[in-house]
């Protein structure tokens, strides 16, 4: 292929301005990914009545970064204890986010290998050890709004008993329309596309109502320079 008519993703934000004008100088075309907004919704103050969470659950499981943002800061805001968390176990949905709550010193109980559903629940019942106990676990998944990712009904097909509260909403800031990205990457619109935080790997997903990621890496190269990111793209390379 030429490479100085490769067509490269990258998201159109204000961090990537530098990046994409010296794509462009060294003659690549460069397709402008929209700008995404996380927006907590009124489901998010059901965080409000933390200590109901902690009474009632075994267990809480994040499911990306923007739900341990939305969490820790509605518990800062409410003047919670974050270290209150210990009392019941974590999952965290990657390293990415295990790294996140840690930033504010919560340690993960269980971070799966790969972020497939069945993964996640064998890896919870590896550390659980028994399948009636895991059975007899309440667990609480954090999740934004029409996140495709199977993680609760897959909880409910093992009869686990189970609840999702989804947090957040995503907005489309400018760019084109989200139904229109995997239409014009399958018919060739784009080559490769770099991703330089697991920001911009979770709108990607978002973008294209994506869980896995092999679906879409066989019609274009997702790539990154960054470490945590790489890890994250095999965490969901299935």
Known sequence: ??????????????ANKSKIENLE????????????EIVENDLALQINNFKNLISENDWLIFSDIFTVDIVVNRLAENKFDIYELDQVRICTLGEAVADRLRFSQVHSDVIPGKLNPNRIISDLLSYIASDNEMKGSSFT??????????????????????????????????????????????????DEVILFSVEELEYFRILLDLNGLNEISELVQISSTDEIVLKSIDELSF
Not at 1 to 14: A, E, P, Q, Y
Request: a positive charge; aromatic letters at 10%; charged letters at 30%.
């Open 25 to 36: 100088t060294q003659g690549y075309e460069v397709f402008r990914l929209p700008t995404l």
């Open 1 to 14: 292929m030429n490479k100085m008519k490769k067509k490269i993703g990258i998201f159109d934000t204000s």
């Open 141 to 190: 998944i954090f999740e934004g709004k029409d996140r495709k990712n199977g993680i609760f009904e897959e909880f409910e097909k093992a009869n686990i008993n189970a609840k999702q509260i989804l947090i957040y909403d995503t907005v489309i800031v400018n760019g084109i329309e989200a139904s229109r990205i995997k239409l014009l990457i399958e018919n060739g619109a784009v």
